[in-house]
């Protein structure tokens, strides 16, 4: 399956304003808003929160790059395009452990 065809099966996203991803301190390390071209990182990472209870650790990142599917190969040839990738690289292949946020429209 494509980016597309994975996007199709994740929850919508209609009720969020954005998402953040924090560290184990609560710090601030991401932020994906719902803005146009970066709605379908902000569907896939919602689903990561709905699938993993919030959390963004080794399984979940993986997880996320298989959803994305056919643009993790042009992140790992351009790093910093695909920042959202480049993120869940780094975290399946660190130690890391961070929680994901949805942020709900009032």
């Known amino acids: 399956m494509n980016f597309q065809d994975h996007l199709a ?8 304003l954005g ?5 184990e301190h609560g710090n601030l390390i991401h932020h994906i808003p719902a803005i146009a071209g970066k709605l379908g990182s902000l569907r896939l990472y919602h689903a990561l929160h709905v699938q993993y209870g919030g959390r963004l ?12 599917a056919e643009h993790v190969a042009d992140a790992q040839a351009h790093p910093g395009r695909h ?3 480049d993120l869940l690289l780094q975290v399946a ?14």
């Open 83 to 85: 920042p959202n990738i």
């Open 57 to 68: 650790d080794a399984e979940a990142a993986r997880q996320g790059l298989v959803w994305f």
């Open 9 to 16: 099966t994740l929850p919508g996203i209609d009720h969020l």
């Open 93 to 106: 292949t660190g130690n890391h452990a961070y929680r994901l946020h949805p942020l709900v429209r009032p």
């Open 19 to 23: 998402l953040e991803i924090h560290d």
